[in-house]
């Protein structure tokens, strides 16, 4: 049967790798290299590869970059960053990218997904949607690295994406992001009984129960994390066997 | 030994020459009808939807060159995720279009009842079908990686080498003759992967000096 994903998942800024808590403080973890090696020799389920400056700044992404990231990355690659034309797509798939993450677009260029589904299929386009939770209890999307409100509701825009041909969407909160106090079930829920494509949760991991409720109670099919690999002794294969543990099929 | 690898501008052509490249073979990438008469086996990636994948094949003469001086001449070929579907009689992914049709087939959506999210995304087992060259060494139930909307329907099911379970058994594996194809994605598959793509290089190696491979003269 289908395993469930571990992915670890690392964001790039200023040349290194970084994690912050809730989009902010960002500390450097390591040089983002070094981290594709290790995880490839881990033989990692699928790795994440988020350019959190690149929209900010302006930037297409980093192909070069990319490129020998992927040279070195013998397992499946989701990249992001930057995206905001069907060019980009290409050149990223080229360079080695098997899927390519989508956030900012989603809310200023939607017409991208369905032109990228179109031409490199549903199954390389990810919705990469960034919830905040509200004062009334929705899940906001935001953009811009979560700095920019939408005004959009996430389970709204994740439907959305679906519908204009992507192929999963990565769902992240930013309140839970690098708190490691546990995945927004609500909203990870919402989404997930929402759309029929794969969602991969992520935001808040900090121990193997809260992928295991993710997974169990809130209809996760994938689960990213990034803090809890990077700041404590836990690994994506002892997630695993931990999963395992709980019913959950996984490759190991 | 040269392995072509055939761009019609909708791989992941880096993976697969870094694959190959790692598992002992030398790939070269080109989107050169006339190239894959001189190669000792050809790859064909793909990352897409299939019309576009077939228009982009036909435009560049590329359909010809895989049909007639790959297939026909018996050099080894292997289609990765697309490049397998664009081996089948027809596609119907947004229009019906006509595929290389060397391995008599139709590619469909897959269907989503039992809540089964589409697309297939992620690492599944692979169940032997028939024994094949392609598979020695990888006891059946290995896990290898998919990320796919659509599956190969085959008109002969003796062309099944391999199945993976996801709502019923869909094809994961294909091979008719020298031409075999694959649904999942052995260059991004890490050890399993490789001892595949080692396979098909090996069956490559088995054949006769490729010199000797004549090409057909192009009607």
Redesign the interface.
Known sequence: ?????IMPTLLYKDLGLVKGVRFDSWRRVGSAMQSVKVYNMR?V??LVFLDITATRDGREPDYELV?DL??EC???LTVGGGVSAVEHF?RL???????VAVNTALDERPDLIGEA????????VVASIDARRTADGRHEAVTRSGTRPTGRDAVALAVEAQERGA??ILLTSVDRDGTMEGYDLDLTRAVAAAV???VIASGGAGEYEHMADALLHAGA??IAAASMFHFTEQTPLEAKHYLRARGVAV?I | MQVAIVDY???????VA??VE?CGGRPFVTGEPRDLATAAAVILPG???FA?GMANIRERGLDRAIVDDVAASEVPLLGLC?GMQLLATTGT??TTTAGLDLVPGVVERMA?SDGL?????????VHHASPHPLFDEIPSGR?F?F???YHLRCDDPGDVIATV??GGDLVAAVARGTVAGVQF?P?????T??RLLRNFLASAERRDEPALTFSRPRR
């Open positions: 049967m289908l395993k469930t994903r033989e389920d699928e490129d992927a040279d013998f397992m499946p290409e798939l080229k360079v080695g990218a098997d899927k589904a179109a031409t490199f299929g549903a199954q390389c192929g999963e029929t494509i794969p099919s994938a490759r | 501008g909708m791989g992941n052509l880096d993976s870094r694959a790692e990352v897409g939807a576009r697309l992914e947004g989503d999210r589409i697309p297939h995304v992620g690492w599944n087992e896990d990686y990320v796919h909307s379970p996801y994605h260059e991004k598959s890490q050890r992967g490789f």
